[in-house]
């Protein structure tokens, strides 16, 4: 599958929520949308009996802080669980609170209705709020998650 977000999205100041991800209907975006079987629905990424397997995932996040960052990470969950943490390249535009998560997971989904969410956490100065920028609809995704069985 490769999913993209269809607008913006602010988180708030020191919560961990979950990503959004509304540009998911198969052959969307001149083919660009990926999702095979619909096998992502609800902003998560859900297998069945005949889809059980190891799954590698990547996604890659464009934010934008209010404020500077004293701490943020990308939380991959498997069923509600946190499964890896990954952190920003920060800095584009000379500053430490614009940059991407290019992250990156493998995750074994060996039972039917196993699925994996992305959550954010930031801790933004002055109670500050992050920004995935999601670009446009046409070619100029900013916010894209996908993956693929490896085994």
Known sequence: FNVYKGSDQTVADNTVTKLTFSEI?????SGRVINQGGLFASDRFTVT???????AFHTNLLFEASA???DSYLIWQKNGANWTLNYPNAGYANSNRNGSFNASTIINLD????????????????????LF?????TTNQRVSWCGFKIA
């Open 133 to 137: 920028n999601w670009g446009n609809n």
């Open 25 to 29: 209907t198969d052959g969307d975006h």
């Open 49 to 55: 009996s005949t889809t059980v397997g190891i799954y």
């Open 68 to 70: 500077d960052i004293a």
């Open 111 to 130: 039972t039917a209705g196993d699925y994996v969410e992305i959550h954010y956490f930031g801790d933004i100065g002055s109670s500050g709020t992050t």
